[in-house]
Antibody, heavy 122, light 110 residues
Framework: EVQLLESGGGLVQPGESLRLSCAAS????????LSWVRQAPGKGLEWVSF????????YYADSVKGRFTISRDNSKNTLDLQMNSLRAEDTAIYYC???????????????WGQGTMVTVSS | QSALTQPASVSGSPGQSITISCTGT?????????VSWYKQLPGKAPKLMIF???NRPSGVSNRFSGSKSGNMASLIISGLQADDEADYYC??????????FGTGTKVTVL
């Protein structure tokens, strides 16, 4: 079964850092691009970041550029999101999502994890 | 990058057809055929319903169809059923190599 499982969420104070992880199983991990997508409580979806299958290409939303870093370890089938200088507006459920049909860009996510909650509050 | 514009809510009776619009610009929807649609139930992760404007993933009912004209994309749900009640989001690739989602539409089955 194809599966994504996020971890690492929690409560942090503004300005602090947090690292999210996503463990993948059931598919050839290095063959697919991945993204992080977030959803603030009661709000819509917001794409956060993309990484290609090799890890060599990354893209970021303007709202997180310079603060967040996406990376992957194809030997461990894991995807990470390093989040620095966290702000209250980063509070959201963070989903990792597998790109289904495009190898070079974030386009359509056919598999999603269950999400991990990040709360930024003093 | 501003979110794509969707109506806040759309409703219909069982058996009817409804259309959800998704309006963007020439920098996103109008420039690329990378429009997707997702269905999200409360407390659950989104589910892909349509990719590349009009393609259905395996397992998605053919009651769901998509189209695009200019800067606007549409999701059509025909033969509306009670379990179609959910939030629906569109998304599009952009000219900055990023992805933008729509504002979301709550579908209610009367």
């Amino acid at each position: 079964e194809v599966q994504l499982l996020e971890s690492g969420g929690g409560l942090v104070q503004p300005g602090e850092s947090l690292r999210l992880s996503c463990a993948a199983s059931g598919f050839t991990f290095s063959g697919y691009a991945l993204s992080w997508v977030r959803q603030a409580p009661g709000k819509g979806l917001e794409w956060v970041s993309f990484v290609s299958g090799s890890g060599g290409t990354t893209y970021y939303a303007d709202s997180v550029k310079g603060r967040f870093t996406i990376s992957r370890d194809n030997s461990k089938n894991t995807l990470d999101l390093q989040m620095n200088s966290l702000r209250a507006e980063d509070t959201a459920i963070y989903y990792c999502a597998k790109e289904g049909y495009n190898w070079n860009y974030a386009s359509a996510f056919d598999i999603w994890g269950q999400g991990t909650m990040v709360t930024v509050s003093s | 990058q501003s979110a794509l514009t969707q109506p806040a809510s759309v409703s219909g009776s069982p058996g009817q057809s409804i259309t959800i619009s998704c309006t963007g610009t020439s920098s996103d929807i109008g420039g690329y055929n990378f429009v997707s649609w997702y269905k999200q139930l409360p407390g659950k992760a989104p589910k892909l319903m349509i990719f590349e404007v009009s393609n259905r993933p395996s397992g998605v009912s053919n009651r769901f169809s998509g189209s695009k004209s200019g800067n606007m994309a549409s999701l059509i749900i025909s033969g509306l059923q009670a379990d179609d009640e959910a939030d629906y989001y569109c998304s599009s690739f952009t000219n900055r190599s990023t992805l933008v989602f729509g504002t979301g539409t709550k579908v209610t089955v009367l």
